[in-house]
């Protein structure tokens, strides 16, 4: 905190009495005997009721000698001090008060973003900090650095990484008359700086940000060679091990990152920033345990993460709702960080495969980032995840032989053999107790509401010809905390997978149309990725099927349409990073198995929709040809019940009965051999 220097003589109108209690109340707020402080800039009030800038600098004190757990009260004081500040700026103050400063006002806002930013209102702070960066030069240097410095702090948690270097240059330039390598410039001894020990702070601020900036930038050489220049001054610290691990984990090097972490503090420190280092610790395992394929393990440090988190929060006694900022200090308003924590191990349950999970986290998540249209789709994902684990798990159930005959009645030559019908119905938790699609709940028709708030939060782009590279051409930004925002050919990437959510789920829906729209404007994406065009077709083709246009489904189903599975164009890493191992190999559909794996895969699930349209065409011949084929790519291991129930009925629908019975006692369709 800082406060306004009383001490001076320069104001109008002030007693030798009241500039006596000034100069002591300035020596015991730098001495931090605060209550003396107190005390009294008590008596000054008295003599100068009407002076907005000793009630602030009360205020001040009042809130330091309560180890800052009075938030509400010193937000109220601040806001009223600075209306006083506004009244007598018009002149409606009192002839005995002297004009307020730059400085004076300087000093009020400054508080006033700190506690902003400690509650993580960036955008708030960023408001108020930017207004005084406009008056940069007219601030005395103590107060500008602070400024300066916590501005780039928030343009660093927003990801504005050009403008929080432009404002480390400006540091360096008035802290060291230039660079910082080049060591202690003018600025050392000059003015107000506080020493040696002062600078070095500086320095290893600096330091830090610019190591946490080549972090985001994934340039590695120089972030290791700011944390090298960072330990050098402080020695080895937390945030150091922090960075460093941060630095292998981009490398790939995970076995390192997490030796690394294993020396960090492990017990529920809490920094004077408000960081739990215990849960920051377990945070980043469980992200090292994600990129090496481990899903359920990385889950289970989340989990342990988010247990530090709760632990750290219940040291302190619980919140009162009407002064919800008060009872606890400042640095622990803002330690919460269980949502972004819920975050991850939502990802985590959805990659593992347990997509129920995934939902009560996400869901609890999408409360306070609601503005993040990627994690909307995520939460569409959880809901298409789930749905589709039911059906997996009739489909095992399926795969014997056993269980595709449901009944067989009569015997002799009235024998019949009545057929397990494919029943696909969506299941749905046991706590929806109601059918509203608007409330929530792992269903397709919740799945729709999410993807429909995606899209709604998505800029519109502008025209291309489909041949420019996106990243040439100027596309809007869209925040998506707790992560980076999205921007250039991610934005796209990001529609195109909703677009393809979209029209899976409609089509389960039974809404062919809106489906069918979906499709075609996923078709239309410039530059989309051949795995994103491959199911385009499919779901294309099914919305054309459903509205009973089978001569234009039959367009969309060419197996050599398939060119590649590629989901996105970004590369999930920098190129030019040196990685010591390959990242691990990312499962399909959320843990649910599905998606090809290969191009003939893909190739062969095409030919086996293409089967089933000639036969809803009775051209049975064309049918037993695609599906042959379909069956020497995928071979009888791979083969799904469908395509042996299809198999079963084009024998039936040719007359050649006995085959047909043959496929189903046999649970495997008939294939012509080639004669010698």
């Not at 960036?122 to 940069?136: C, D, P, T």
């Not at 060591?183 to 600078?199: C, F, Q």
């Not at 790939?252 to 004077?272: C, H, Q, R």
């Not at 119905?425 to 929530?440: E, H, L, T, V």
């Amino acid at each position: 905190m800082s406060t306004e220097e009383s001490a001076s003589g320069s104001y109008f109108g002030v007693t030798e009495q009241e500039l006596e209690l000034a100069r002591s109340a300035k020596e015991a707020f730098d001495n931090h005997r605060y209550e003396n402080c107190l005390s009294v800039l008590k008596k000054l009030v008295e003599l100068r009721r009407e002076d907005a800038r000793v009630t602030h600098n009360k205020a001040v004190a009042q809130y330091l000698l309560s180890n800052l757990t009075k938030t509400d009260e010193f937000r109220r004081t601040l806001e009223s001090v600075e209306a006083q500040f506004e009244h007598d700026a018009k002149g409606g103050g009192s002839e005995s008060v002297s004009p307020i400063s730059v400085t004076e006002k300087g000093v009020l806002l400054f508080n006033k973003a700190l506690i902003h930013q400690r509650l993580h209102q960036n955008s708030k702070a960023r408001v108020i900090l930017e207004q005084l960066f406009s008056v940069f030069e007219a601030l005395p240097k103590h107060l500008g650095v602070q400024v300066c410095l916590l501005l780039t702090e928030v343009y660093v948690s927003t990801y504005e990484l050009s403008r929080a270097s432009d404002n480390i240059e400006i540091l360096e330039r008035r802290l060291f008359g230039g660079s910082l390598n080049n060591g202690g410039g003018r600025g050392d001894k000059e003015g107000d700086g506080r020493g040696s020990n002062d600078m070095d702070k500086h320095k290893a601020q600096l330091y830090q940000f610019r190591a946490r900036l080549n972090l985001l930038h994934k340039n590695i050489k120089q972030c290791k060679k700011e944390v090298k220049s960072l330990t050098a001054i402080t020695g080895p610290t937390a945030c150091g091990q922090f960075l460093k691990a941060n630095v292998e984990f981009l490398r790939g090097n995970y076995m390192k990152a997490f030796k690394v972490l294993s020396s960090a503090p492990k017990n529920p420190i809490v920094t004077d920033a408000g960081e739990c280092l215990s849960s920051f610790l377990f945070n980043d395992i469980g992200c090292i345990h994600f990129e090496l394929g481990k899903y359920n393990l990385s889950a289970h440090y989340f989990k342990k993460a988010i247990e530090e988190n709760d632990a750290a929060l219940n040291g302190y006694p619980p919140l009162d709702r009407s002064t919800p900022l008060s009872g606890r200090p400042l640095s622990m308003l803002g330690v919460n960080c269980r949502h972004v924590l819920l975050y991850n191990l939502g990802l985590q349950q959805l990659y593992g495969g347990h997509p129920w999970g995934a939902f009560e986290s996400l869901l609890e998540v999408v409360q306070v980032f609601h503005g993040n249209p990627r994690l909307w789709l995520r939460l569409a994902e959880a809901c298409i995840a789930a749905h589709a684990k039911s059906q997996e798990e009739q489909v095992h159930q399926m795969r014997n032989k056993s269980s595709t005959v449901q009944v067989v009645l009569g015997s002799g030559p009235h024998r019949k053999l009545i057929i397990t019908p494919m029943q696909w119905p969506a299941k749905k938790s046991p706590d929806i107790q109601s059918n509203s699609a608007a409330m929530p709940g792992p269903t397709l028709e919740f799945a729709s509401i999410c993807l429909q708030n995606a899209l709604f939060l998505l800029p519109s782009l502008p025209q291309s010809n489909g041949d420019e590279p996106e990243d040439e051409r100027i596309l809007p930004t869209v925040n998506a905390l707790p992560g980076p925002p999205i921007k250039g050919q991610s934005i796209l990437d990001l529609k195109s997978c909703i677009l393809s959510c979209k029209a899976y789920v409609s089509l389960g829906l039974g809404d062919p149309i809106v489906a069918l729209g979906a499709a075609k404007q996923l078709l239309d994406t410039p530059r989309l990725p051949g795995g994103l065009r491959y199911v385009a077709k499919l779901y294309l083709a099914e919305s054309y099927i459903q509205m009973g246009s089978i001569q234009e489904a039959l367009q969309h189903l060419t197996p050599d349409i398939v060119t590649d599975l590629e989901i996105s164009r970004v590369p999930l890493v920098n190129p030019e990073v040196e990685r010591v191992e390959p990242p691990a190999p990312r499962p399909t559909s959320s843990g649910v198995t599905g998606f090809p794996g290969s191009i003939s895969d893909a190739k062969a699930t095409l030919l086996l929709n293409l089967s089933s349209v000639y036969c809803m065409q009775k051209d049975y011949e064309l049918a037993k040809k695609a599906l042959y084929q379909a069956i020497s790519i995928l071979g009888p291991v791979k083969l799904p019940r469908q395509a042996i129930l299809l198999s079963a009925y084009v024998e039936i629908m040719t007359g050649n009965m006995s085959k047909a019975i043959q496929v189903i006692k046999t649970h495997r369709p008939l294939v012509p051999t080639r004669s010698l």
